[in-house]
């Protein structure tokens, strides 16, 4: 049940009844999280509308991915 709020991590996890770290490491497609998992959290953060947050991402990893432009004169 959605308030008008974004989907987070947590709200997936929840529904999963996952810890959110195996959360994270289905979403990353990582081998340590077995295939029925990865397909259930994938399946659950599809109907929730689950998007990754690239500001928390940005935050996480120190790395925004934007480049920034100085122009003296156009």
Not at 21 to 35: E, G, H, Q, Y
Not at 43 to 68: C, D, F, H, P, Q
């Amino acid at each position: 049940m959605r308030v008008n709020r974004r989907v987070t991590l947590n709200d997936v996890a929840r529904e999963c009844g996952l810890a959110p770290s195996t959360v994270s490491n289905a979403l990353a497609d990582k081998s340590i999280v077995t295939p029925a998992t990865k397909a259930n959290v994938l399946k659950v953060a599809r109907e929730l509308g689950y998007r990754v947050s690239m500001t928390a991402r940005a935050l996480r990893t120190n790395r925004s991915g934007t480049i920034g432009l100085l122009a003296s004169d156009i």
